[in-house]
């Protein structure tokens, strides 16, 4: 299969996955309006062509949290990457550090936080889910920190699970579920050998190291819904924010009014973002909420947006709507599902050479001089 483009990745991972993890990552929740609008709101913006502006020498290097990035993108975490591909969360986060971006790693990784920090040159990223377990939310802080990890992003958008009504149509949950994943992964051969068999153990690798024993597939999403505590609020996190001496960034921000008390936490960092649409269903796109959080909070702490990108174009488009960067989810996972961790490294080679054609073309030299000037 050829791939040339960003988007080329979603058809190849789609024939290489048994369906209940295709649907899994490429579902939304709800009617998945939400899903559907983020990235038509972000093909909606035109950008505006100038010309003859000397753009020899352009550049898409930034700085975030003290450290160089080549590009203004970041992995997002995502859950079960090490279903999509053998030990997915090494090679994802090999191919980012090779490229000169940040990797950042699930709470509900397949791969334990020291073995993709063990194998990966650069400091990766944590995500933290507020859970009930506070026992486990301070083990697993505490490992973090001990493996040389400096980032934590702290996701807020899940009191609760969206609803994923493709995961019953799928198999991934819902009757005889252990059944139909069986002859799914039977039917597609070359997962079922590469990861199916040689990609184990597959459990939740953060999470079974603190219960001492092993959390496969089917506790999942048992485990998630049973552990998300929706009685959470800003004070109770005060004690993470005490203990983690690194940066931290609350993801899931919508509303400047919530991305103020973020700055009155003390964060140092917010990602702008519904979860790839697969939280609260109907509510804005990324791109439509960036705007006007960038407008309450810009210069207070650093912006990153996500939900939809999947091009250079993208990119520039969030950045020129207000953000300081912007994370990957389905983008690089479809990469990663489809060619490993040279897919991966193939993606940001290409988002890097979509976003040097567009700065060009827009007449933008560096990231500072993308802005809501940039847009028609
Ligand atoms: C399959 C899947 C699993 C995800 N798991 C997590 C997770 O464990 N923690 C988290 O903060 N966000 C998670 N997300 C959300 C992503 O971090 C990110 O916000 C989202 O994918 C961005 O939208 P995009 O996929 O359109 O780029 C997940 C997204 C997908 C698609």
């Known amino acids: 299969m050829i791939i040339s483009a960003p988007t080329d990745f979603r058809a190849a991972a789609q024939r290489r996955l048994p369906p209940f993890l295709f649907h ?3 579902g939304g929740s709800g009617a998945e309006t939400t899903l559907r609008r983020n990235e038509a709101d972000l093909q909606a913006l035109s950008v505006r062509q100038n010309v003859l502006r000397d753009v020899a020498g352009l550049s898409t290097a930034t700085t975030l949290f003290g450290e160089d990035m080549a590009l203004p993108v970041v992995l997002a975490p995502v859950g079960l990457t090490g279903m999509y591909a ?14 000169g971006v940040p990797f950042t790693l699930s709470t509900v990784s397949v791969c334990p936080l020291e073995e993709v920090q063990a194998q990966c040159p650069r400091p990766i990223w944590f995500q933290l889910y507020v859970l009930k377990d506070r026992g486990f939310m301070r083990a697993v802080l505490e490992r973090a920190k001990a493996a040389g990890i400096k980032t934590l992003v702290f996701t807020v958008d899940m009191p609760l699970p969206g609803s994923r009504y493709r995961d019953a149509h799928s198999g991934m949950s819902g009757a005889r579920a252990p059944l139909r994943r069986m002859v799914q992964a039977m039917t597609h051969p070359a997962w079922a050998w590469d990861v199916g068999l040689r990609g184990r153990p597959h459990d939740l690798g953060n999470i079974s190291r603190y219960m001492g024993k092993p959390m496969a597939l089917g506790d999942y999403i048992g485990w998630l819904g049973a552990n998300f505590d929706p009685a959470i609020g800003w004070k109770d996190l005060e004690w993470i924010r005490a203990f983690w001496d690194g ?31 697969r939280q609260l269903d109907g509510t804005l796109s990324s791109v439509a909420a960036l705007p006007r959080i960038a407008d309450a909070v810009k210069g207070d702490l650093r912006i990153l947006a996500d ?16 953000a300081d960067a912007v994370m990957l989810g389905r983008a690089f996972i479809y990469a990663l599902a489809a060619r490993g961790e040279a897919g991966v490294g193939q993606l940001l080679d290409l988002i890097g050479r979509d976003m040097r054609v567009t700065m060009a073309l827009t007449g933008a030299r560096t990231l500072a001089d993308l802005g809501a000037h940039t847009l028609a």
């Open 24 to 26: 899994y990552i490429d």
């Open 86 to 99: 053998r030990r997915g969360e090494v090679q994802a986060a090999r191919a980012a550090a090779a490229h």
């Open 247 to 277: 940066p931290m960034v609350v993801k899931g921000i919508l509303e400047p009014d919530d991305a103020r008390d973020a700055v009155r936490f003390g964060a140092d960092g917010l990602v702008v973002s519904n979860h790839g649409g």
């Open 307 to 322: 939900s939809g990108v999947r091009t250079g174009l993208d990119v520039v488009r969030m950045i020129a709507s207000g």
